[in-house]
């Protein structure tokens, strides 16, 4: 079955401590982004990857950092998480982003104390 | 930046009846896509249209586009309750971007 996988699903953690978010694919798929889901705000772009070891800044990406050392893997790191960055998290990949269909992850929701 | 304006941001129906949402964009697109996210998990992507498309069907979907005013709207026939959920459009930019609107959260009442 074609999807996204993104752990954990729920995370509390406290301001400082660093964590990171896993993300998968089994779909090949070269493209693959981070977004985060806030009340009125809708989905902002943190980051994005066209390919390995190619990443980019999207809208929001201050506080975060991303890798891509596999194709299939794009994990979402926090080194100092604050309580701003309290939000749902969706990963998403795409044959080519912005032209094909988004297959998105069932989200993160994070809360930093 | 938001591309994407979505009206209205809320809207409840009767089962059966016709739901019609509408998205407005800023800047040129390759396409307009919409998904369905229900509460709280990842969003489903419904359908697409292309640039130099009008209009497109996919079962209870009807989707139109018009580059000239850079609108879209999206309409459900015949809802369910298993349609209430929200939706939003995203316009795909470039190679790199699918910038979303806020959304419209659809109730359907029974």
């Known amino acids: 079955e074609a999807q996204v996988t993104q752990n954990p699903r729920y995370l509390i953690t406290v301001t400082g401590k660093k964590l990171t978010v896993t993300c998968s694919q089994n779909?090949?798929?070269?493209?693959m982004s981070w977004y985060r889901q806030d009340p009125g705000l809708g989905l902002r772009q943190i980051y994005y990857?066209?390919?390995?070891?190619?990443?980019d800044k999207g809208d929001v990406p201050e506080g975060y950092k991303v890798s891509r050392k596999e194709k299939r893997n794009f994990p979402l790191i926090l080194e100092s998480p604050s309580p701003n960055q309290t939000s749902l998290y969706f990963c998403?990949?795409?044959?080519?982003?912005?032209?094909?269909?988004?297959?998105f992850g069932q989200g993160t929701r994070l809360t930093v104390v | 930046s938001q591309q994407g304006e979505e009206d209205p941001q809320a809207l409840s129906i009767q089962e059966g009846e016709n739901a019609t949402m509408n998205c407005s964009y800023k800047?040129?697109?390759?396409?307009l896509q919409w998904y369905r996210q229900n509460s709280g998990r990842g969003l489903v992507h419904l359908i697409l249209?292309?640039?130099?498309?009008r209009e497109k069907h996919s079962g209870r979907l009807r989707v139109t586009l018009d580059t000239s005013k850079k609108s879209s709207s999206l309409l459900i026939t015949a809802s369910r309750a298993a349609d209430t959920a929200s939706y939003f459009c995203?316009?795909?930019?470039?190679?790199?971007?699918?910038?979303f609107g806020q959304g419209t959260r659809l109730t359907i009442n029974p």
């Open positions: 990857s066209m390919n390995v070891e190619v990443t």
């Open positions: 249209i292309r640039s130099n498309e």
């Open positions: 995203a316009g795909g930019v470039g190679a790199q971007k699918l910038v």
């Open positions: 800047t040129s697109i390759n396409n």
């Open positions: 998403a990949s795409s044959l080519r982003w912005g032209v094909s269909e988004a297959f």
């Open positions: 779909m090949n798929h070269e493209y």
